[in-house]
T-cell receptor, first 113, second 110 residues
């Protein structure tokens, strides 16, 4: 299995609080992604990174920010959590986009109450 | 919105039967990939097909790509109970992003 871990695996938080999810990889892959998965929507890209300090928005980036200060860590922050951000969040890594497979973490189930 | 769309949304088959699902996308791609997700788990890569390829095999999996129709199909032959999962296509448009469809949920009945 690829060395990718997400933490925490489960979290319950209150509306309006900030939340940070962590993705850690030991593969030295250049590309890292944050997706959310909701019933009926599949996986939707939130933010992605193509190198240290190089990040860009995906299709559902509102309310989220990311940071990548080193190759192995990609943080996703919900600045002020809302109930609509209740979801399962997946991190993925890829050595090169498109020509190789992406490896996924086990997911973080976030509930905003 | 997702760039790739799978069809059907759900599929129920008997063990031993073949399962076919399709993926349509909107614009030109570099590559297309298929992934499997077992309930409550992360996605696992199955197969990648490049834009200049028309068909690819991996074990019981067969993937086709028709760039003129902007569509791909995944065939699972001789299905097993362990094939019960959701299957997603993912498209790479050459812009660093990997875009996923909503998936096809496959149930294999014993």
């Amino acid at each position: 299995d690829a060395g990718i871990t997400q933490s925490p695996r489960h979290k319950v938080t209150e509306t309006g609080t900030p939340v940070t999810l962590r993705c850690h990889q030991t593969e030295n892959h250049r590309y890292m992604y944050w997706y959310r998965q909701d019933p009926g929507h599949g996986l939707r890209l939130i933010h992605y990174s193509y190198g240290v300090k190089d990040t860009d928005k995906g299709e559902v980036s509102d309310g989220y920010s990311v940071s990548r200060s080193k190759t192995e860590d990609f943080l996703l922050t919900l600045e002020s959590a809302t109930s609509s951000q209740t979801s399962v969040y997946f991190c993925a890594i890829s050595e090169s986009i498109g020509s190789t497979e992406a490896f996924f973490g086990q997911g973080t189930r976030l509930t905003v109450v | 919105s997702q760039q790739g769309e799978e069809d059907p949304q759900a599929l129920s088959i008997q063990e031993g039967e073949n399962a076919t699902m399709n993926c349509s996308y909107k614009t030109s791609i570099n590559n297309l990939q298929w992934y499997r997700q077992n309930s409550g788990r992360g996605l696992v890569h199955l197969i990648l097909i490049r834009s200049n390829e028309r068909e690819k095999h991996s074990g019981r999996l067969r993937v086709t790509l028709d760039t003129s129709k902007k569509s791909s199909s995944l065939l699972i032959t001789a299905s097993r109970a362990a094939d019960t999962a959701s299957y997603f296509c993912a498209t790479d448009y050459g812009d660093y992003k990997l875009s996923f469809g909503a998936g096809t949920t496959v149930t294999v009945r014993a």
